[in-house]
């Protein structure tokens, strides 16, 4: 899909036309081994652009070649994998992806990795992020089933990783440059910090770009060993031919096991990874296709969403937004909130209500349910656990859609199916 290849014959194609796996012990291929990673695309937002990136087309690090570009929903998601494992006699384990960034949709991760913690509780799960948004969802990510997060760590140094990034969105600000880089790499060492805390695994996934950061790979280990990384898995660098890295030469075998080589001067155990499949890598792409299909019907002919819905009592869905476009505002810097209603399946929106103003602690969560009487689902970017549980016990469900399309995100809380879904990232 877009790849630019050039003359050089990549690792991933070599291994595809070998149907063998470089190193490690996690890959695609049933045919060689007893392990498959089954990618399950949760969320087609993104808060980081990278510049060998293309945003009409799927995340390189989250979904590589073969994963689907549409999302599932979590039951779709979870009876996905009930059907494959109707299917395959292979140990697989899951892992929560893109086409975008899975914590950018928090709320539909952690409610993907509850249900197939509960039907499969034998069943490894694991995220792959960019880390910018993991310190503040590890232990969410963990009581929910998690046991791994796989990083992408494009590099470690500030001043290098903007060759690699070209801004971070955090809330509703975008940032750019050295800071941007700053607060980037800051994150991700808390992000490791967290998880590590809360008892998950975390495997770093550094790209190896023969221009970029091939030469620099033994110090980005040693800084993520310093980190507290459980695993370094090196994987080949392929832009998207139509992102700013496009014309960049893609990583070839000969690259990567240089890499290694100087990898394995830090940290001994360092693999070649594997960025992992979806079922068209298990069953097939067309019985894949068609698998998908039914579970999508059958999901769609039983219930949208697993979430409350608004009722006769509380009717209306409020978001926090600063612009009436994006889901953009995090719930404890909302000034306002809009709230939309459903007539029939036409969503207007009805009004603008003040919220109670900052401070107070669990007062003021209170004040703001007593503001929203007649609100059943509050949309945000963001809220922390004691709003969460203040609101929840006056009937309010709070969700948590990161810079995601208001649109969508309100007829989602009502139950309404959008008329298209295109491929493309939002």
């Not at 969105?169 to 440059?177: A, E, H, M």
């Not at 360092?270 to 097939?284: H, N, P, T």
Request: charged content about 25%; overall charge neutral; some cysteine.
């Amino acid at each position: 899909m877009g790849r630019a290849r050039g003359r050089h014959s990549s690792p991933r194609r070599q291994r595809a036309q070998s149907g063998k796996q470089l190193h490690g012990d996690i890959v695609t291929s049933t045919t060689a081994h007893t392990l498959s990673r089954i990618r399950l695309p949760v969320s087609a937002l993104c808060n980081v652009q990278c510049r060998f990136c293309d945003r009409n087309l799927d995340c390189v690090f989250t979904a590589p070649d073969g994963v689907a570009s549409e999302t599932l929903t979590p039951r779709e998601a979870a009876g996905y994998l009930d059907a494959i494992l109707q299917k395959v006699e292979v140990s697989v384990e899951v892992c929560l992806s893109g086409p975008g960034e899975p914590l950018a949709r928090p709320d539909e991760a952690l409610a993907t990795a509850q249900l197939v913690a509960e039907r499969h509780p034998d069943v490894r799960i694991s995220v792959a992020t960019n880390g910018l948004a993991l310190p503040g969802y590890a232990r969410d990510l963990a009581e929910a089933g998690v046991k791994e997060v796989r990083l992408a760590v494009a590099d470690t140094d500030p001043l290098r990783l903007g060759s690699f990034v070209a801004f971070i969105r955090t809330g509703k600000r975008s940032l750019r440059g050295e800071e941007a880089m700053q607060v980037f790499v800051s994150q991700q060492e808390k992000g490791v910090a967290e998880a590590k805390h809360h008892g998950l695994r975390v495997t770093a996934v550094v790209p190896v770009a023969p221009e970029v950061n091939k030469a620099n790979v033994a110090e980005i280990a040693e800084r993520l060993k310093n980190w507290g990384v459980d695993r370094i898995e090196l994987v080949p660098f392929e832009p998207r031919e139509k992102s700013g890295l496009g014309k960049a030469r893609p990583a070839t075998q000969a690259d990567m096991d240089e890499a290694l080589s100087a990898v394995r001067t830090v940290v001994p155990d360092a693999q070649l990874g594997d960025m992992g499949g979806d079922g068209a890598s298990l069953l097939g792409e067309e019985e894949a296709a068609i698998l998908l299909r039914r579970i999508k019907l059958a999901t769609e002919a039983d219930v949208v969403t697993d979430r409350p819905m608004p009722d006769r009592n509380r009717p209306y869905v409020a978001v926090a937004t600063s612009d009436g476009e994006a889901v953009d505002v995090h719930l404890g810097h909302a000034e306002k909130l809009l709230v939309y209603g459903n007539d029939n399946g036409l969503v207007t929106l009805r009004e603008a209500r003040l919220t109670p103003p900052r401070g107070g602690g669990s007062d003021r969560w209170k004040a703001l349910a007593e503001v929203l009487p007649d609100v059943k689902v509050l949309i945000a970017a963001g809220a922390g656990d004691n709003p969460r549980t203040i609101l929840a016990e006056y009937g309010i469900d709070v969700r948590v859609y990161n810079d995601a399309p208001l649109q969508g995100a309100v007829l989602h809380a009502f139950g309404i199916k959008p008329k298209g879904r295109g491929k493309g990232r939002q």
